[in-house]
Nanobody
Framework: QVQLVESGGGLVQAGGSLRVSCALS????????MGWFRQAPGKEREFVAA????????QYADTVKGRFTISRDNAKNTVFLQMNSLKPEDTAVYYC????????????????WGQGTQVTVSS
């Protein structure tokens, strides 16, 4: 049974920083591409960032490029999303996801999902 457990969400002022984490259990972490999506109230879930098995490949949505950094620690089975220069429009529930490939992750091909962690950015 695959489990993804997010942590680190919270309330931050605009311009601030926050780091969210996601731990995977039940599978070999290093075999999975990992990523983050987010969903704001009344909006569809959208892609934020993704990282390949070894961490050598990363992808970002244009809206977060230059502000967010995704990374992973395969020894700790954990993926991180460092969020800097946060804006009120970054407010959303952030979901961790895992898939066998980066392309598959973005195409929702048999993704595993966490329960989500709330990130709220106040103006």
């Amino acid at each position: 049974q695959v489990q993804l457990v997010e942590s680190g969400g919270g309330l931050v002022q605009a311009g601030g920083s926050l780091r969210v984490s996601c731990a995977l259990s039940g599978r070999t972490f290093s075999r999975y591409a990992m990523g983050w999506f987010r969903q704001a109230p009344g909006k569809e879930r959208e892609f934020v960032a993704a990282i390949g098995w070894s961490g050598g490949s990363t992808q970002y949505a244009d809206t977060v490029k230059g502000r967010f950094t995704i990374s992973r620690d395969n020894a700790k089975n954990t993926v991180f999303l460092q969020m800097n220069s946060l804006k009120p429009e970054d407010t959303a529930v952030y979901y961790c996801t895992a898939a066998l490939t980066l392309s598959g992750l973005r195409l929702y091909q048999n993704n595993y999902w966490g329960q989500g962690t709330q990130v709220t950015v106040s103006s």
